[in-house]
């Protein structure tokens, strides 16, 4: 069974995920080549002053990391980056809507994550179903489909 990452790190980590794919070379995907600092990429030079403080505190927090933990962290990055476009934004969009989330709504998805987590897989199924017919004709909203998703 997969290690589940603590609420915080989760957060940390797909901050640190989207800014590895912000900032990464293509040759990131190979583990036996460090990756290049980011302030050489032409990325780089398009953000603001603002964004690159941010992402290079992230890029020294990930750079800290245990060697196992970036590979984990570069395969995922490898994978998101497989996502069709669309799914791509729907990620995003989902990072950005649990990042405005308070601390107190983070704490009640996680819960009911967690209660769902519980539930037999026939019980999940129908769930699933329900979320996936609520969610028709709705957009890029809530209920796409996929059934409910961890923080």
Same mark, same amino acid.
């Given at each position: 069974m997969p290690r589940r990452a603590d %609420? +915080? /790190?989760r957060a940390f980590l797909c901050a640190a995920l989207l800014a590895l794919g912000l900032v990464a070379q293509p040759d990131l995907? /190979?583990?036996d080549d460090p990756p290049s600092p980011p302030e050489r990429t032409k990325q780089w030079q398009k953000l603001? %002053?603002?964004?690159r403080d941010r992402l290079h505190k992230r890029w020294q927090e990930f750079q800290q990391l245990p060697p196992e933990r970036k590979e984990e962290l570069r395969q995922r990055a490898r994978?998101?980056?497989k996502l069709p476009p669309e799914e791509r $934004?729907? $990620? +995003?969009q989902n990072f950005d809507r649990w990042q405005k989330l308070s601390p107190e709504e983070k704490a009640r998805v996680r819960e009911k994550f967690q209660r769902f987590q519980q539930l037999p897989p026939d019980q999940k199924q129908r769930i699933r179903e329900r979320v996936k017919s609520q969610g028709q004709g709705q957009g890029q909203g809530q !209920?796409? !489909?996929? !059934? %409910? /998703?961890p923080p």
């Open positions: %609420p +915080r /790190r995907a /190979r583990a603001s %002053p603002e964004e994978e998101f980056h $934004v729907r $990620v +995003r !209920g796409q !489909g996929k !059934g %409910p /998703r």
